[in-house]
């Protein structure tokens, strides 16, 4: 079965500072990767998602991920991190289910704190 | 644009009592829907998914139920809730077919129970 493990469960930077939260799955296909990121009191919010090709994914608000199969991980990054990006940040493997749909299976989420 | 909607935003309730959470979106036809759930210190996970109306499959076994009784309505359900049903509940939709399209999730339900 697959799964994602967020080894971090709370992050603290310096605004400005540049960040990578790690994700690391298991899963025995080849696998689809998504980041979210949850606000206080609000939904998900897709940030970038990986399915072929490029290893390198850019996303909104400035990030990236890097797929390494050979680590089974992908790990999220930002050069610099504003204030406004203090939040709980979850990694996911999509699989397959029934009907053409797809089954997401989220990490345990960082939370990530924006110090002056 | 399309938009999902939660209600209630938050909820205490005791032990025993039943629950009923809705979940509905706007601005499409013919959605998947799906209900997660995100317990205390661990990730979300999918409790139930459905393909359209009437049709609903379950992830796990547990004290929940769900309905989809309208194209973009999907409601969570229980008889007797448990302290262990407490948690964050999330609902979801994407467009049908391709694996690779994006779910939406809506605001979500803080259900604690008593």
């Known amino acids: 079965a697959q799964s994602v493990t967020q080894p971090d469960i709370h992050i603290t930077v310096s605004e400005g500072a540049s960040l990578e939260l790690r994700c690391n799955y298991s899963?025995?296909?080849?696998?689809?990767l998504f980041w979210y990121v949850q606000s206080p009191g609000q939904g998900l919010q897709l940030l970038l998602k990986?399915?072929?090709?490029?290893?390198l994914v850019q996303g909104i608000k400035g990030f990236e991920a890097e797929f390494k199969r050979s680590q089974s991980s992908f790990n999220l990054r930002k050069p610099s991190v504003h204030w406004s990006d203090a939040a709980e940040y979850f990694c996911?493997?999509?699989?397959?289910?029934?009907?053409?749909?797809?089954?997401?299976?989220f990490g345990t989420g960082t939370r990530l704190t924006i110090i002056p | 644009s399309q938009t999902i909607h939660q209600w209630p935003a938050t909820l205490v309730q005791p032990v025993g009592s039943p629950l009923s959470l809705e979940c509905t979106v706007e601005?499409?036809?013919?959605?998947?829907l799906y209900w997660y759930r995100q317990a205390a210190g661990r990730g979300l996970q999918l409790l139930f998914y459905s393909v359209g109306i009437g049709q609903i499959s379950s992830e796990v076994p547990q004290n929940l139920s769900a309905s989809r009784p309208q194209d973009r309505q999907f409601i969570l359900s229980s008889k007797k809730l448990l302290l262990s049903d407490s948690g964050f509940y999330l609902c979801?939709?994407?467009?049908?077919?391709?694996?690779?399209?994006?779910?939406?999730f809506g605001p979500g339900t803080r259900l604690t129970v008593l």
């Open positions: 601005g499409t036809s013919n959605p998947n």
């Open positions: 979801a939709w994407r467009s049908g077919g391709d694996r690779r399209d994006e779910q939406f």
């Open positions: 990986y399915f072929s090709g490029d290893t």
């Open positions: 996911a493997v999509g699989s397959a289910l029934n009907f053409g749909n797809e089954k997401l299976t």
């Open positions: 899963y025995g296909a080849t696998p689809y």
